[in-house]
């Protein structure tokens, strides 16, 4: 049975056994603490990958950790070792989970460190805290829903003169309220979670994960996507008010940080003389090619992760058929294929959902935009682009809802092309016989 891992954020509203200060200060010193251990990981698991290059180099073979000298198997309990000296007051849970996220961080970007492509990764001051799901208490009364959190060792209990764990009242309400029912019930089982700062309020992250059976897949059920610049991707269903949005704020941040690259890469190469100038102008415009392919590359483990999670959320609503629309017929200048790989979303949706018996239709997207999902209604008033681009209202029934969300209704309506054709068709008639 597949296990969904979430999360669910709660604003820490007061302490219950101390006062705001004595909270907030070791809060901010354990932040402080915890950031030096994430460098400090980051920086001796790198330190550590240049040695075991350069032995593969000159012996042929890897360098197993063990044979450092340390006295330690792997690198995680060395580091372990060194940052417990170094920051005794630190509960050792959370010194594991910062060594292992840190760890897990550098293995997933490694390739592209090596490549030239990513940075050495690095930790800002305000990172969350890890927290070992083991030392965390959930309870409630009448009122109010709490959560202890261990914060302090025992030695630094005693330099601070504070209990290790600390009592904090939360914010629950609607969903956020459910949740933390059924981790107190047991449905829900809590995960490592974290304590983070957003501006000058800090809140609790509890992850939580629960099994969930899955839907029969049905062709009754059908899933529609539409695509645009604002919002990548938008889902609707014919059979459930549920909807999804990819908003593109990932994309067009990226796509403006490449831009201003690559702006400064032709301006630098007008004038540098970084001895690329003498050597004609492919060799000058090399740069300017591999940051092309950093953006490709990009754009597709983008539409990866956004076809994969498009995928999953159709099985989760048991849908056995996916609705896109068919992009055959917009030209390759289009201003809309060129902000995004469009195509390629689709292809990957396509195959992914055929792995798992989920059709795939290609519709005709005309008036998809312009039609009422609620009432049917054809017309181009309903969408006055010049007010708003992603505001929709029915002019007929006066239906409210973002322009987006109600393409990708229409697109998930099962048989969408013949029922905007006869509604054309009866329009058609109608102003014919009133003339």
């Known amino acids: 049975m597949p296990v969904n891992i979430k999360a669910m954020r709660y604003e820490i509203i007061c302490p219950v056994d101390c006062t705001w200060d004595k909270l907030g200060k070791t809060l901010r010193d354990v932040q402080y603490a915890v950031w030096r251990i994430y460098n400090r990981t980051i920086q001796m698991t790198w330190d550590f990958q240049q040695i075991t290059f350069g032995y593969r180099a000159r012996f042929g073979e890897s360098l197993k950790f063990e044979s450092l000298g340390t006295g330690r198997k792997t690198q995680h309990s060395d580091i372990y070792e060194l940052v417990t000296g170094e920051l005794p007051h630190i509960p050792t849970g959370t010194v594991d989970c910062a060594i292992r996220d840190a760890q897990q961080r550098f293995k997933a970007l490694s390739k592209d460190v090596l490549s030239g492509k990513a940075s050495i990764p690095s930790y800002k001051r305000d990172v969350p805290i890890p927290v070992r799901a083991q030392g965390i208490k959930l309870a409630k009364d009448a009122r109010d829903y709490t959560v202890r959190l261990p914060l302090l060792s025992q030695k630094g209990a005693k330099e601070y003169d504070s209990p290790t764990s600390f009592t904090v009242k939360v914010r629950a309400k609607g969903s956020a309220k459910s949740i933390f029912d059924r981790l107190l019930t047991g449905e829900y089982t809590l995960c490592d979670s974290e304590v983070l700062q957003v501006k000058r309020k800090w809140y609790v992250n509890l992850t939580y994960k629960h099994e969930t059976k899955p839907k029969e897949l049905s062709q009754d059920n059908v899933m529609g996507i539409d695509l ?164 929709f209202e029915c002019v007929a029934c006066g239906y409210k809802t973002n322009a987006d969300y109600n393409a990708a209704r229409n697109i998930a309506t099962p048989g969408i092309e013949s029922i905007i054709e006869s509604e054309l068709e009866r329009v058609k008639h109608a102003i014919k016989f009133a003339e």
């Open 228 to 391: 645009g610049v604002v919002n990548a991707a938008v889902l609707a269903y014919n059979n459930s008010q549920d909807r999804y949005f990819f908003e593109g704020d990932e994309i067009r941040a990226f796509r403006a940080r490449v831009e201003a690259r690559r702006n400064a890469m032709l301006r630098q190469g007008k004038h540098c003389g970084d001895g690329r100038i003498g050597h004609g102008r492919a060799t000058r415009i090399q740069p300017i090619e591999k940051l092309r392919g950093r953006v490709e590359d990009f754009k597709a483990n983008v539409n990866h992760r956004y076809s994969r999670k498009i995928v999953d959320e159709a099985i989760r609503q048991g849908c056995g058929v996916i609705q896109m629309e068919d992009l055959t017929g917009i030209g390759a200048d289009s201003m809309f294929l060129k902000s995004w790989t469009y195509y390629d979303l689709q292809q990957k949706i396509t195959y992914k959902a055929k792995e798992v018996g989920i059709v795939v239709r290609k519709i005709n997207p005309k008036y998809t935009s312009q039609r009422c999902s609620n009432c049917g209604h054809i017309a181009q008033a309903n969408r006055d682009i010049t007010q708003s681009q992603s505001k």
